[in-house]
């Protein structure tokens, strides 16, 4: 993991980026699985948005719609109601920029005219209209494979070969993506860890992360507090950090661009100690 950076999107909606970036969580939700109704009204979001910033956060990705397992479907003008006032106020509180966490078209519309600068989809733009307005939008996307839908995702996910599964799919949504006009250097791509998969798909998705480097596209990997951290270590929700931070940067140290975390303060120390000790590394090999 090398001190670099990379660009996604061109133009005015061109991202540059270090790598790996940290994206800070926003949930505005009542139900989300590690932080439901923390950041819920406007004030406590932007609180939170302006601490994910000075902790560190390149991106502050915003969500309006649970997407736990389990989780139900919220109407559009729910998710805007949420969504809206805190990327308006963003806009002109943070200089860090903003995504949008959502998979409805209306919502990809709104958030983007009022500054969202990237699209993230846990859905892969598959939701009616969503692809023809976030190609409309001009920002980037990243597109997420999940099998099945948060409400089900969990009860029996099953594949034939997972890393060949998921590394067709997202081939597949990339495609989709261009010949929707979408450039391709405006995609990035996401094996949705948790999303429709049990521990051992989790697992050899992260052991094989190189596979999904393969296209050439900005990979972002959340890990974040995650059910497979409890399974493998035994600790509750809140009692996840070390495992997240841990399988962060073993994602970082694969070759993940982008790295979607709740706790941004720790994941930013991580970064600068990793950061130290690839500079010395690259120092010491120069003069030796």
């Known amino acids: 993991m090398g001190d670099s950076t990379f660009v996604i999107g061109a133009g005015e909606a061109r991202l540059e980026l270090p790598r790996p970036a940290i994206m ?11 932080d439901g109704g923390q950041h819920a009204t406007r004030d406590a979001a ?14 502050i990705d915003v969500g309006g719609e649970s997407t736990r397992p389990g989780a139900a479907p919220v109407s559009e003008q729910q998710e805007l109601d949420r969504v809206m006032p805190v990327i308006e106020a963003l806009a002109g ?11 409805k078209a209306s919502v ?21 209209g969503a692809l023809a307005a976030a190609a409309a939008s001009g920002r980037p996307v990243c597109l997420m494979h999940m099998q099945g839908t948060p409400d089900d995702m969990q009860d029996r996910p099953v594949y034939d070969r997972v890393i060949d599964d998921v590394v067709a799919f997202l081939e597949s949504r990339v495609a989709a993506c261009v010949d929707a006009g979408i450039d391709r250097g405006a ?6 860890i948790g999303f429709g998969k049990r521990l051992e798909h989790n697992l050899a998705l992260l052991s094989h992360l190189d596979r999904l480097l393969d296209p050439g596209l ?4 959340g890990v974040s507090r995650k059910s497979m951290i409890g399974a493998i270590t035994g600790r509750d929700v809140d009692q996840r950090l070390v495992g997240s ?3 962060a940067f073993f994602a970082a140290q694969e070759g993940a661009h982008i790295l979607r975390v709740h706790d941004v303060a720790e994941t930013e120390d991580a970064r600068r100690i990793l950061r130290a000790l690839q500079a010395t590394r690259d120092r010491d090999g120069a003069i030796s």
Do not use: K, Y
Not at 24 to 34: E, W, Y
């Open 46 to 59: 932007l609180r939170h948005a302006e601490a994910l910033s000075v902790a560190g956060a390149d991106l």
């Open 245 to 247: 931070v841990v399988l």
């Open 108 to 128: 990809i519309t709104a958030a983007t005219a009022a500054g969202a600068a990237l699209i993230n989809d846990v859905r892969a733009l598959r939701e009616p």
């Open 218 to 221: 900005p990979l972002l990997v």
């Open 24 to 34: 800070g969580v926003l949930n505005v939700t009542p139900d989300s699985f590690s």
């Open 187 to 192: 995609i990035a791509v996401d094996p949705g």
């Open 93 to 103: 509180a943070v200089a860090t920029p903003v995504s949008i966490d959502t998979s």
